[in-house]
């Protein structure tokens, strides 16, 4: 049996990330993937490294936009009515955290990581001769009416607190940023510069996994649902035979349960799937940088592939069926602010966003496992706080003081 110090279980950009760090320190380090690095969740985003966001998850609280959510005819949020029980226990406990934290400890967390992940990726990026995926362009959150006014002030709040620069946008300055773009549309524009867009996901996670290659590390084919303990340590089946280690690495998103729950350890965590397509726009068309039409919850963004429309929350099972309803509806309403191209033929996208009631994801030590080591659930922000996190979990491995406070993120936090 081959032994390595650790083996990651996910070969997404956070299972990725957080193996450069760990080989960054010294140790022997394995990924384990069902496939290849960067084909699954992490291809399928908008493509934007966040600086701002600082607000959590939430369902809507007036109760005709929750009548919408309930019965399918919001474009923010669909669900599977055979998921009902689950989201509905689900999210009475995002509720209830959301009015307990009143929202500032999930921006302390969120903002420490952003600001770190920012850093991490430029450098990432330059390493793994990448920088070409990375782009200065910011983005733009769209809002239609005053529906959206409590969440902007919010927002802005928050961004004042923690130093992220924004711009409120009149019509004019909207349609100056984005000339293609009917800004008449929209009630109100904010711009965020800091952030910065990402002409490839999985280009990007690809090119960190040759990174990883290149210093000493290795990727092999396995099935992470094989994971048990074996004389002290760790194991796991590869197609290269049975590898073995005394630490390992969950860090395997919406898929996590299906390893831990065999070892008695559950999270409150639901599936929100993502769907995305893309487009060519027509002639003498672009969009210089993402979007974010905001009530009707998709983003629009400019890729190697074309526009990449990408929608809201669909929560449902992650064996379930393609549903595109929510992706014809964003569809149709993009439609009505950019002139939108043909469309690329290729095979129906999507992807499993883990979520859990605070939003934020489980960074650190599994408690009672010996070597078991945790790093999920970023909320469908894994792209941007992949960096942070695996810091932070190789600070923690090694026994090193935490760039943030690590209390927010402990899995500890779910006990009962």
Same mark, same amino acid.
Not at 10 to 32: E, F, K, N, P, Q
């Given at each position: 049996? +081959?032994?390595?110090?650790?083996?990651?279980?996910?070969?997404?950009?956070?299972?990725?990330?957080?193996?450069?760090?760990?080989?960054?320190?010294?140790?022997?380090?394995?990924?384990?993937?069902?496939?290849?690095?960067? *084909?699954?969740?992490?291809?399928?985003?908008?493509?934007?490294?966040?600086?701002?966001?600082?607000?959590?998850?939430?369902?809507?609280?007036?109760?005709? +936009?929750?009548?919408?959510?309930?019965?399918?005819?919001?474009?923010?949020?669909?669900?599977?009515? +055979?998921?009902?029980?689950?989201?509905?226990?689900?999210?009475?406990?995002?509720?209830?955290?959301?009015?307990?934290?009143?929202?500032?400890?999930?921006?302390?967390?969120?903002?420490?990581?952003?600001?770190?992940?920012?850093?991490? !990726?430029?450098?990432?990026?330059?390493?793994?001769?990448?920088?070409?995926?990375?782009?200065?362009?910011?983005?733009?959150?769209?809002?239609?009416?005053?529906?959206?006014?409590?969440?902007?002030?919010?927002?802005?709040?928050?961004? /004042?607190?923690?130093?992220?620069?924004?711009?409120?946008?009149?019509?004019?300055?909207?349609?100056?940023?984005?000339?293609?773009?009917?800004?008449?549309?929209?009630?109100?524009?904010?711009?965020?510069?800091?952030?910065?867009?990402?002409?490839? &996901?999985?280009?990007?996670?690809?090119?960190?996994?040759?990174?990883?290659?290149?210093?000493?590390?290795? @990727?092999?084919?396995?099935?992470?649902?094989?994971?048990?303990?074996?004389?002290? /340590?760790?194991?796991?089946?590869?197609?290269?035979?049975?590898?073995?280690?005394?630490?390992?690495? @969950?860090?395997?998103?919406?898929?996590?349960?299906?390893?831990?729950? &065999?070892?008695?350890?559950?999270? =409150?965590?639901?599936?929100?799937?993502?769907?995305?397509?893309?487009?060519?726009?027509?002639?003498?068309?672009?969009?210089?940088? &993402?979007? %974010? *039409?905001?009530?009707?919850?998709?983003?629009?963004?400019?890729?190697?592939?074309?526009?990449?429309?990408?929608?809201? !929350?669909?929560?449902?099972?992650?064996?379930?069926?393609?549903?595109?309803?929510?992706? /014809?509806?964003?569809?149709?309403?993009?439609?009505?602010?950019?002139?939108?191209?043909?469309?690329?033929?290729?095979?129906?996208?999507?992807?499993?966003?883990?979520?859990?009631?605070?939003?934020?994801?489980?960074?650190?030590?599994?408690?009672? %496992?010996?070597?078991?080591?945790?790093?999920?659930?970023?909320?469908?922000?894994?792209?941007?706080?992949?960096?942070?996190?695996? @810091?932070?979990?190789?600070?923690?491995?090694? *026994?090193?003081? =935490?760039?943030?406070? =690590?209390? =927010?993120?402990? &899995?500890?936090?779910?006990?009962?």
């Amino acid at each position: 049996m +081959r032994k390595v110090d650790v083996i990651v279980l996910g070969g997404g950009i956070v299972g990725i990330t957080a193996a450069i760090y760990l080989r960054m320190s010294g140790r022997d380090v394995l990924v384990v993937e069902r496939g290849r690095p960067g *084909d699954e969740a992490s291809r399928a985003n908008a493509g934007v490294l966040m600086r701002e966001g600082l607000l959590p998850f939430s369902f809507p609280d007036d109760p005709l +936009r929750l009548m919408g959510a309930v019965f399918n005819a919001s474009p923010r949020y669909r669900y599977d009515p +055979r998921v009902f029980s689950k989201l509905f226990t689900w999210a009475r406990r995002l509720r209830e955290t959301s009015e307990r934290d009143n929202g500032m400890r999930y921006a302390n967390a969120m903002a420490a990581l952003q600001r770190t992940s920012i850093v991490e !990726h430029k450098a990432l990026a330059k390493r793994a001769s990448a920088e070409r995926f990375l782009r200065p362009s910011g983005w733009i959150k769209l809002y239609r009416s005053d529906a959206g006014l409590e969440e902007i002030d919010s927002e802005l709040h928050f961004a /004042r607190i923690f130093g992220t620069t924004y711009e409120d946008l009149d019509e004019q300055r909207l349609s100056a940023l984005e000339p293609n773009l009917y800004a008449g549309e929209f009630s109100r524009a904010l711009y965020f510069p800091e952030s910065l867009s990402v002409s490839s &996901p999985g280009g990007l996670t690809k090119a960190y996994a040759r990174h990883f290659r290149d210093v000493g590390g290795l @990727v092999e084919i396995g099935d992470a649902r094989s994971l048990e303990r074996d004389g002290g /340590r760790w194991t796991v089946n590869t197609l290269n035979g049975r590898a073995s280690a005394d630490n390992v690495v @969950v860090a395997l998103g919406a898929w996590s349960p299906e390893v831990l729950e &065999p070892l008695g350890i559950e999270f =409150p965590m639901m599936a929100s799937r993502g769907y995305y397509r893309h487009f060519r726009p027509d002639g003498g068309v672009s969009l210089r940088r &993402p979007i %974010h *039409d905001v009530e009707q919850g998709y983003v629009l963004s400019p890729m190697e592939r074309g526009l990449r429309l990408t929608t809201g !929350h669909d929560f449902t099972s992650l064996d379930a069926k393609p549903e595109t309803a929510q992706l /014809r509806r964003n569809l149709k309403a993009v439609r009505k602010v950019f002139p939108l191209g043909r469309e690329v033929q290729e095979k129906l996208c999507f992807a499993a966003r883990p979520l859990l009631p605070d939003s934020l994801p489980v960074v650190g030590h599994a408690p009672g %496992h010996e070597g078991l080591w945790l790093n999920f659930g970023h909320a469908g922000h894994g792209l941007t706080t992949a960096p942070a996190t695996a @810091v932070l979990l190789a600070q923690l491995m090694n *026994d090193e003081e =935490p760039f943030t406070d =690590p209390s =927010p993120l402990s &899995p500890l936090r779910f006990r009962l």
